[in-house]
């Protein structure tokens, strides 16, 4: 019978069935950070178990992180304990740590891909609800909370049910200076922010497959956005392509047994889903949020939408948004003007995003507004250490941009990069909920890292393609 | 937690609501309260941001209102609990005194955290969501019966369906939340499993 790749992945990694419905699930790669795990470690010492298999678990740092260069031990007593308490964890029990003393470390999402840890047919488990990111290789990866950390450490297992599959296919080609945030936020729109509940998302349709890896991630990382706990793209040649060479990839005939399985795991072309929806990628145009939650987005050439226009409770998420973001329902979202500028998260901090911004600063000479602070926050040291090479640090700080080390940052605000009072942030991250960036007041809007560079330069929301247009 | 070998089959007491969908887990536990190694004193800050923008606009958030300061059963909308999967939400909630969620959807890995630590979220239909609201509006200390057995919710004289995924069930009928024990019950058939993924066993050897 004909399957999804969710379903062949899920199936193939049962340990048992615990109860009806309900499965004992072996965890491939098990990836932990400083914030969600010390609880973790906690109750394993207290109930006097080890790390079943430190092998295939991996920790950074990377939430709570400062990024503004500062070194150990950090000034921030609560930033330090916490890294200090998962760099000791790992050395206790066998992890292998991406260290900040050696300029490993970086955002979860990040360093796996890159460092290949990442590949197709994998059960991927992250204290972190981005883990939905790694589907990009036609992983099935999932965020989960702490005492499941717990379980994973211990076990190397987790008890799962099985998610509904949704087929999403977006046919056609994104236009010219549209990006895979676009794609993402036009998703999120049209589907709602909880339509993925119950569901896991199958990415696919030609304008999916002509995404590269860095894209797909783009757009696998916002599946839960969607309500999606996790969403996938099946594994191909671009796949294979960006995975050949990286450390922790097969080589040789390995490499070879590697594509066979992964090429099994590929959702079989009659496969059944729960549901089918098509979009049409020549729709996708430059997205930007204008409320509290990433579903609240429009176009770039559109107007704010009246609350009116949503039925029971959307109304009432609305009325609060425009109160929250101090927006005008009717009013164009060009324009906005904003304080604050942010390009990096699990989203959009690989190098491909600063790659392209950069391209557009660099050619249009263009400088940041200087009512505006703007942060380019590399998504691992590695990204930062190919865009310093690439002399594209420079191009950046020409331009107005702080340029900073690796880390969540101003995604979640855990560390010192944070809104001030009620800023108004163009921001490259995935979430716009109130209080996000570490002011309770502060507001968010989610775009592509383009859009936040124009943005920055123009002092308020204007589209990237116009502002760039002889680039 | 002391009710653990108990189980949750039955939870009595008063509810309070939270309106609005989409409710996500930063604020019901903002990213401040995530910088300490432990979940200790989490409860004094569930919806903190909430309550505090409440105050300010002179008006009373439902956690400071002295008619729900008892209520153990939390009453919500859609797609609560979206968002981060930081299990300081439910932890916060649970030491703020909430036995359960009862709301129309959930986030997923919310729900999982819930159940994790012996909270169950049951679901309940749109129109019953609406009129327990309007009930806690006009009796704030009406009496609430969760039975997971029957999967049944009284308030007051009402009667109304819950729903609740039949593995989450029994484990917190049983007291089996923690999955923990259950999954180490396992040890040599999960050697057996790693065995039969081509990317770890020996014999096909990715490595």
Sequence with gaps: MPETLYSKVFDRHIVRELAPGQYQLYVGLHLIHEVTSPQAFAELRDRRLKVRTPERTFATADHAIPTDGSRRPYADVLNEAQVAAIERSAADLGIRYFSPERGEHGVVHVIAPERGLTQPGMTVACGDSHTSTHGAFGALAFGIGTSQVRDVLATQTLAMTRLKTRKVAIQGRLAAGITAKDLALHLIRRLGVRGGVGYAYEYCGSAVEALSMDERMTLCNMAIEGGARCGYVNPDEVTYTYLEGREYTPVGSAWDRAVAYWESVRSDPNATYDHLVDFDASDVRPTVTWGINPEQAVAIDETLPDPASFNGADRMVAEEAYAFMGLTPGSPIEGTPINVAFIGSCTNGRTSDFEAVARLLQHSGRKVSPRVRALAVPGSQRVRDELIAKGIDEVFRQAGFEFREAGCSMCLALNADKLRGSEMCASSSNRNFKGRQGSPTGRTLLMSPQMVAAAAIEGAVVDARRMFSGV | ?207
């Excluded at chain 2, 309106?19 to 004193?41: E, K, V």
């Excluded at chain 2, 909430?98 to 909270?119: L, M």
């Excluded at chain 2, 029994?170 to 040599?188: C, F, H, N, Q, Y």
């Design chain 2, 1 to 207: 937690m002391t009710e653990t070998s108990l189980g949750r089959g039955q939870i009595e007491g008063t509810a309070v609501a939270i309106d609005g969908a989409n409710i996500d887990t930063d604020r019901i536990m903002p990213a401040r309260y995530l910088r300490q190694l432990t979940f200790d004193g989490l409860g004094a800050h569930v919806f903190e941001d909430d309550r505090l923008a409440a105050r300010a606009a002179g008006r009373v958030h439902p956690f400071d209102d002295p008619g729900y300061r008892d209520a153990n059963i939390l009453v919500v909308e859609q797609n609560f609990g979206c968002g981060s999967s930081r299990e300081h939400a439910p932890q916060g909630l649970s030491r703020a005194g909430i036995r359960a969620v009862v709301g129309e959807s959930f986030g997923e890995i919310f729900a999982d955290n819930c159940v994790a630590i012996g909270v169950p979220c049951v679901t309940i239909e749109p129109a019953d969501a609406a009129q327990l609201r309007d009930f806690l509006v006009d009796v704030p200390g009406l009496a609430f019966r969760l039975d997971l057995h029957a999967k049944t919710l009284h308030a007051g004289n009402h009667l109304i369906r819950v729903g609740l995924p039949d593995s989450a069930r029994r484990r917190l009928i049983d007291g089996k939340w923690d999955a923990l024990a259950a999954l180490l019950e396992t040890g040599p058939i999960i050697e057996e499993a790693a065995k039969r993924l081509p990317y770890l066993s020996r014999s096909m050897l990715f490595d």
